[in-house]
């Protein structure tokens, strides 16, 4: 929070000199419109379960998945279009309840939704989009009996969806299932797992290996790991990866490929916890149990710039949402704490891949336990290039270098390059009309340049690949 008022007097005292030139560069008061609602609040018919969201990799809109009291509890995905939330179909064509939701893109961007139909023995059952109807993938409820937390990933490499699940129909152990293009088949052995495994997670590194992270009664009801070799199930490290239970287990690979795990940690009162896989052991990603208070329905994932960043029902902000990233020292804040309006529950996080803005689902508590969208609208994202196009700063996004031109000015200038949080981070004087400046020691993410020229100043934004 001391951060977020640092950067709030930092804002206000430029405020004055912006408003002359660019008067919706800035909003009046940058802490109240760090979240905003993605169109309405408490979009969803009835009282949403299960949220899932993500982002279609060709028309860059968010969409949500969810079990729909207002449909007979049936699966519902809707997308944001701009202005509203609309349908995506109608919803799923199971008559009853449609549990564990889990939306995922094909490559050339086709939504599928993964559920356990109480329709067919609560089995499970993956659905895609086909422009017109939501159509069955191979067999529905294909798994050998009742599946709970069904996972949905797509195999960056083959592109073929893949279903995690706990199975009842193998002694509630865990069993991951392909599709080939005809049937639903096992990867590797079915019920893999040790013992009874829950809140199963799945997710793909790079190359396409997959990796489950579930909560393990064989190992003190901990979370464990585990990767598919190409023949087997091998247990990443050792199971059970940390010292006490574990709940609201969540999994993301880094870009890097290294293994990232986020829980409700019951050996730190609760709180939330990462830890990743450094090739040999689990280790803490900064400090364990970082969260306020109590923390449930974690979400992990990665920013843009590779920061693990989760977000999650914080007990120490009246169980309002809070987004929490990791700076590679500590975990901070992601706006102001407690962001939205009451409880926020089945959060599900994900970045917007165009801008990196970061966006959460939740059952709003707010709003009769609807499904709400936020998304974090700082004033560092959708500023406005400036009209003056005698300044221009380019490449941008930019990797190494980046090169400042002012036609007609040569003199008198100051550049500065700000990080998030309004820190001054690299300065220099521009003593000439065209200067190169060297970034390469900046890490990936999203900066702000401020140019003052004689009673003139020019921000914008530049992204560091």
């Not at 912006?18 to 009282?47: C, E, I, R, T």
């Not at 609560?122 to 529905?140: E, L, R």
């Not at 901990?222 to 190409?230: C, E, L, N, R, S």
């Not at 450094?278 to 710039?305: C, H, R």
Request: glycine share 10%; charged share 15%; proline share 5%.
């Amino acid at each position: 929070m001391h951060r977020m008022r640092k950067l709030f007097y930092f804002f206000l005292f430029l405020l004055p000199v912006f408003a002359g030139a660019q008067n919706d560069l800035y909003k009046s008061s940058p802490l109240g419109y760090m979240w905003k609602y993605v169109g309405n609040q408490g979009f969803s018919s009835g009282q949403a379960d299960f949220l899932s969201l993500a982002f279609s990799p060709t028309d860059h809109f968010p969409y949500v998945a969810y079990m729909d009291y207002g449909d007979t509890m049936k699966a519902m995905v809707k997308k944001y279009d701009g202005v509203n939330w609309v349908n995506i179909g109608n919803a799923m064509s199971s008559g009853e309840w449609s549990m564990f939701t889990s939306l995922a893109f094909s490559p050339v961007g086709q939504p599928y939704i993964a559920y356990c139909d109480a329709a067919i023995g609560y089995g499970a059952t993956v659905m895609k989009f086909d422009g017109t109807n939501w159509v069955n993938v191979g067999t529905p409820g294909f798994s050998a009996g009742a599946a709970q937390s069904t996972c949905l990933a797509f195999n960056p490499t083959d592109g073929n969806p893949y279903v995690a699940y706990q199975d009842d129909g193998n002694h509630d152990k865990i069993t991951v299932m392909k599709f080939d293009g005809t049937n639903w088949v096992n990867v590797g052995n079915t019920g893999f797992s040790a013992g009874v495994a829950l809140e199963t997670s799945l997710a793909f590194s790079p190359s396409g290996q997959p990796f489950v992270a579930f909560k393990d009664w064989t190992a003190a009801k901990g979370a464990t790991v585990m990767k598919f070799d190409g023949t087997t199930w091998v247990v990443v490290g050792s199971a059970g990866l940390l010292a006490g239970v574990a709940d609201y287990i969540t999994l993301a690979i880094h870009p890097s490929g290294q293994p990232y795990v986020a829980y409700m940690d019951s050996a730190n009162y609760s709180r939330a916890s990462v830890k990743k896989f450094d090739g040999t052991d689990w280790v803490y990603v900064g400090n364990p149990g970082f969260s306020a208070g109590w923390a449930e329905w974690i979400s992990l994932a990665f920013n843009p710039s590779g920061q693990p960043c989760i977000a999650y029902e914080d007990f120490g902000f009246d169980r309002k949402a809070t987004l929490m990233k990791f700076n590679g020292t500590f975990w901070d804040y992601v706006g102001i704490e407690g962001f939205t309006g009451d409880w926020a529950e089945f959060n599900s996080l994900v970045f917007n891949p165009s801008n990196g803005q970061a966006y959460v689902a939740y059952q709003d508590n707010d709003d009769s336990m609807k499904a709400s969208v936020m998304r974090y609208d700082s004033v560092y994202v959708g500023i406005n290039e400036p009209g003056d196009t005698s300044i221009s700063i380019y490449p941008n996004p930019a990797t190494d270098k980046i090169t400042t031109k002012f036609a007609g000015l040569t003199s008198g200038l100051h550049l500065a390059i700000m990080n998030i949080y309004g820190q001054e981070i690299m300065s220099r004087q521009i003593t000439g009309p065209k200067t190169q400046i060297d970034i390469s020691d900046l890490p990936g993410g999203t900066y702000l340049v401020r140019l003052n020229c004689d009673k003139s100043v020019f921000v914008t934004k530049l992204f560091k690949y």
